[in-house]
């Protein structure tokens, strides 16, 4: 360090020396094409040795980009005869002398973690659900970071997926938009391929054999709805085959688990007087009083009966009314 000190001090004085014998010389000069050519050339190399000298003096971060930083000294002192090298000198002896002390630094700065497409283990309570990978796609700024949103959602419940992959359908960014759509629609030509299977085969089944056939159309035109992959006109039809089928299977042997579901349907058309009739059966059939709370408390609302709705969610367990989304209903009913 004493070394570049006492190499950089010899360069500087060596550039004031010769700057002050060239302005000399062009004062001494009897001809002024002769004292100006000389002045030009001991300016040049005063110049030189200068910022030679204060470039090695700076700091190492002041001292990139080579080698503009140094060219940008000379140039203060080459175009401004005199008055540039004076003005460099003042300027940077007093911040060389003293300078300020970096402080301890107190905080580290990290870079954001990547999502991790699964948890490395699965605990009681987990830290992230779906709203989690909403907000990835709401506010990450990495599009890579969505499209691994995206992909998560293999690993959840196609309803608790759908919300997440149709926010993805609105993404700026073309990629994350063609990977939601092709998961959608993978779904949904899973599902209607099943059901074109279905319905080929009822055409040629026996009696006995119709009933479980309905029975299954009715869940996976169910499913179209309960994954939210119809919408519109399209829903109303979906409801409405899935009830048809429902009925016919119904017809053929009693089922309570179809009594359930023709519930379902029935809340989803907005028949909560039918939906009620159909957990009414279901009831009698052996489901348990439990699994249909919910759909009468919904029934019980959309026929405008509110007095029933809290009394009705009281009645479930308190592990059911800590999970979504009978936790905000307990919230506000409770």
């Not at 002045?39 to 005063?46: E, K, P, R, V, Y």
């Not at 080698?67 to 940008?72: E, G, I, M, T």
């Not at 948890?119 to 990835?136: I, T, Y």
Request: charged residues 20%; neutral net charge.
């Amino acid at each position: 360090m004493k070394v570049r000190l006492l190499s950089s001090g010899a360069l500087v004085f060596s550039a004031i020396v010769i700057e002050f014998g060239g302005w000399t010389h062009l004062g001494l000069a009897p001809l002024l094409a002769d004292g100006l050519r000389y002045f030009l050339l001991l300016h040049t190399l005063a110049c030189v040795l200068l910022a030679t000298g204060l470039w090695q003096l700076l700091p190492a971060r002041y001292q990139r980009p080579w080698p503009w930083v140094p060219l940008l000294l000379f140039s203060l002192a080459f175009f401004i005869p005199g008055l540039g090298a004076l003005g460099i000198l003042l300027a940077l002896t007093p911040a060389l002398w003293f300078q300020r002390r970096r402080e301890n630094q107190s905080w580290r700065a990290l870079s954001a973690p990547q999502l991790p497409f699964r948890p490395p283990m699965q605990q009681l309570s987990p830290l992230f659900n779906d709203g989690s990978l909403q907000d990835v796609l709401r506010l990450s700024t990495d599009p890579e970071q969505r499209l691994a949103a995206i992909l998560a959602t293999r690993r959840m419940a196609g309803q608790s997926a759908m919300p997440i992959l149709k926010l993805a359908l609105r993404d700026p960014v073309d990629d994350v938009r063609l990977l939601a759509y092709s998961m959608l629609d993978q779904q949904e030509t899973r599902i209607n391929e099943r059901i074109e299977a279905l319905l080929t085969r009822l055409t040629t089944a026996d009696d006995r054999q119709k009933g479980a056939l309905h029975a299954a159309l009715a869940h996976w035109y169910w499913e179209l709805s309960y994954l939210g992959l119809a919408q519109g006109s399209v829903l109303k039809h979906v409801l409405m085959q899935a009830r048809e089928h429902l009925e016919t299977a119904l017809e053929s042997s009693p089922n309570p688990e179809l009594e359930l579901l023709g519930a379902r349907i029935a809340l989803e058309q907005g028949l909560p007087h039918e939906a009620r009739l159909f957990l009414r059966r279901a009831e009698q059939g052996g489901i348990a009083t439990e699994k249909l709370t919910p759909f009468r408390a919904e029934a019980a609302f959309l026929c405008a009966d509110y007095a029933e709705v809290p009394g009705l969610l009281a009645s479930l367990s308190s592990d059911v009314l800590r999970r979504p989304p009978f936790t905000e209903l307990a919230r506000y009913w409770l």
